[in-house]
Nanobody, 112 residues
Framework: QVQLVESGGGLVQPGGSLRLSCAASGFTFSNYALSWYRQAPGKERELGAVINTFGDMTYSADSVKGRFTASRDNSKQTIYLQMNSLGPEETAVYYC?????WGEGTQVTVST
């Protein structure tokens, strides 16, 4: 069955960086665009970035433009989200979405 497993979250200081990964299985990975979402406490889940089958980031939210970069490695069936210059307001659970499935998310906490 389809599985999306995120990893790479954790605690980071303001201004720091993290790279998230999402490993996919159960479908022909290279045929699908995938997305990164995040959900902060008490807020709705929001779309952060979309990466197409060719590895191009075709969408990024205004709030992350210039700081977040999505990429993919089709040989590893994995997508990535490089996040730089993180702020406390970006504390959230980050989710991978694709093929109509969600991963379980990985917690990112930005704090001193």
């Amino acid at each position: 069955q389809v599985q999306l497993v995120e990893s790479g979250g954790g605690l980071v200081q303001p201004g720091g960086s993290l790279r998230l990964s999402c490993a996919a299985s159960g479908f022909t990975f290279s045929n699908y665009a995938l997305s990164w979402y995040r959900q902060a406490p008490g807020k709705e889940r929001e779309l952060g970035a979309v990466i197409n089958t060719f590895g191009d980031m075709t969408y990024s939210a205004d709030s992350v433009k210039g700081r977040f970069t999505a990429s993919r490695d089709n040989s590893k069936q994995t997508i990535y989200l490089q996040m730089n210059s993180l702020g406390p307001e970006e504390t959230a659970v980050y989710y991978c979405y694709g093929r109509d499935f969600w991963g379980e998310g990985t917690q990112v906490t930005v704090s001193t």
